[in-house]
C-alpha cells in the first residue's frame, strides 16, 4: 500500500486541491511540504498529534518536511476556530515558546541537512522584516476582499467582530508558502481542516505571482464523538511537556477517551499495522478497554519513551487492583509544618498538589460530586485531612474521571 492510499484508509486525509499531482509526489518521495505551529504557549498538546504523526509518515516514506514555527504569524494571531481573539504575546514569550516547540518535535521528526531530512524554519525570519508598503504592493493586488470574507475562518468571527490585525493573518500564512516555494522549494503545505481556506490563499499567491502550480492537503481535525477537539482544549488542554501534563496523566488521558473514540485514535495517531487494527475494529465489551490500553501506552511511549509508558501503564493497573502500589502515580511531598495542628483542608492540599488552580475551583469540584479521597466521594468542602492520612503511602485524590494523583508527607 502506497503512503498516499494508507492516509486515506486511516481517514485522515479532509480536502485536496489536486489529487493525482499530491498522491503521485508524495508516493515517489517527491514532496517538500510545510506544517505551521504558531508558538502560543509553551508546550505542543495532543491536539497536535495528528500533524506531528503525519510529518513523521511522509517522512519515513522519503518525503521533506518543514517543520515552520510562526514566530511572525504568532505575533498577529490566526482567527481560524476561535470566536475571541487570542491573547497577544511578546516577541520574548513567543521566541521562549518557539525553543520549546522544536525541542518537542525532535522526538518525531529527523532534522538534519541530507535528502528527506526535516527543515526547521521561523517565519520571523522574513515577515518581521517586511516593509509594509513594498508588500502591501507586491502581493496585495492578489487577493480579492470578497473572497476573503467568504472564507470559513473568518465568517464565523463576523458577527462578534473580526480585528484588521487578524484580516491579514491570511495573507501573512501565504506569503510563508510564497517566501518557501522560492527559496527552499517547498512545493506542499499541510494542515488541519480548519487552514483550507488560508492555504487556497498560498497556492493562488503562487499561481498569480509566479504561474506555477503549488498543493494543499488538509487532515481531520481530531474531534470526540460529541464535535469536540480532543487534547487541545484551552484550559484543559493535554500537553506532550511532562512538566504540565505528566506521563501518568498523559496516560490517563488516552485510556479513558470514550468508546467511540477509541478506534478512530488509534487509527489516526498509532504506528500500529492498519491489518491489526481492521481487527481491532470488531472488538467489544472488555476488548475496549484493551483497546483503549494499546492507544494509551502506543502514544505514551511515542512522547515520554517506552520505560515511563510501561510505569504509567503499571500504575493506572494498580490504581484498579485491590492492594496495589501506586508508587508511579503523580504525588506531591509536604512537610509537617504545611499542617495546621496536625490538619490541612482539602482544598488547600488540593491546591498545593496542583489539581486546581484555586480554592475556589477545588470547591466548586466537589459540590459538584466531582472528588474523590481514598475512592470515597466528598461533599464536604470543609473536609480536613489529619496528618496520619498521608503518612507512609499517603491517599489518593480523584479529580473527576481521569486525574489522579497521591499526597504523602515526606
Known amino acids: 500500500m502506497t503512503i498516499y492510499e494508507e492516509l486515506k484508509a486511516r481517514g485522515l486525509i479532509a480536502q485536496v486541491t489536486d489529487e493525482e499531482e499530491i498522491r503521485s509526489l508524495i508516493n515517489d518521495g517527491k514532496a517538500t511540504f510545510y506544517i505551521g505551529y504558531d508558538c502560543t504557549a509553551d508546550s505542543l498538546t495532543a491536539g497536535h498529534f495528528v500533524t506531528l504523526t503525519l510529518m513523521k509518515r511522509l517522512q519515513m516514506a522519503g518525503n521533506k518536511p518543514i517543520a515552520l514555527i510562526g514566530g511572525g504569524t504568532t505575533m498577529i494571531g490566526d482567527p481560524s476556530g476561535r470566536t475571541d481573539m487570542r491573547k497577544m504575546l511578546t516577541r520574548e514569550d513567543i521566541d521562549h515558546n518557539a525553543e520549546c516547540f522544536k525541542r518537542q518535535m525532535s522526538s518525531f521528526i529527523e532534522f538534519g541537512e541530507g535528502p528527506g531530512q526535516a527543515m526547521m524554519l521561523n517565519n520571523a ?169 494499546i492507544l494509551a501506552y502506543e502514544l505514551t511511549a511515542m512522547v515520554h519513551g517506552p520505560e515511563e509508558a510501561r510505569k504509567a501503564q503499571d500504575a493506572a493497573r494498580a490504581l484498579f487492583s485491590k492492594g496495589g502500589d501506586s508508587a508511579n502515580m503523580p504525588a506531591t511531598a509536604l512537610t509537617r509544618e504545611e499542617l495546621t495542628d496536625g490538619l490541612i483542608g482539602l482544598l488547600d492540599l488540593m491546591l498545593k498538589c496542583g489539581l486546581v488552580p484555586s480554592k475556589k475551583e477545588a470547591r466548586r469540584l466537589i459540590e459538584q460530586g466531582g472528588v474523590e479521597v481514598n475512592g470515597e466521594k466528598v461533599a464536604d468542602t470543609a473536609r480536613m485531612i489529619g496528618g496520619e492520612e498521608l503518612e507512609g503511602d499517603g491517599l489518593t485524590i480523584k479529580k473527576g474521571k481521569k486525574v489522579f494523583h497521591r499526597a504523602h508527607l515526606k
Open 125 to 293: 525570519d522574513w515577515l518581521l522584516g517586511l516593509n509594509y508598503v513594498e508588500l502591501l504592493r507586491e502581493v496585495g493586488p492578489c487577493f480579492s476582499v470578497n473572497n476573503m470574507l467568504r472564507a470559513e475562518c473568518y465568517k464565523q468571527r463576523m458577527e462578534k467582530g473580526l480585528s484588521f490585525l487578524e484580516f491579514n493573518y491570511m495573507i501573512m500564512q501565504s506569503y510563508d508558502f510564497y517566501h518557501m516555494f522560492q527559496t527552499v522549494g517547498c512545493n506542499m503545505q499541510f494542515g488541519g481542516n480548519d487552514q483550507w481556506s488560508n492555504m487556497l490563499g498560498g497556492t493562488e499567491l503562487i499561481r498569480r505571482k509566479l504561474g506555477k502550480d503549488a498543493y494543499a492537503l488538509t487532515i481531520n481535525l481530531l474531534t470526540d464523538s460529541q464535535g469536540n477537539k480532543m487534547g487541545k482544549t484551552a484550559g484543559n488542554a493535554i500537553w506532550l511537556d511532562p512538566n504540565k501534563t505528566s506521563p501518568y496523566e498523559f496516560y490517563q488521558y488516552w485510556r479513558n477517551v470514550g468508546d467511540a473514540d477509541v478506534m478512530k485514535c488509534i487509527r489516526w495517531l498509532t504506528f500500529l499495522p492498519l491489518e491489526q487494527i481492521d481487527e481491532m475494529e470488531h472488538w467489544e465489551d472488555a476488548k475496549i478497554n484493551e483497546a483503549k490500553e
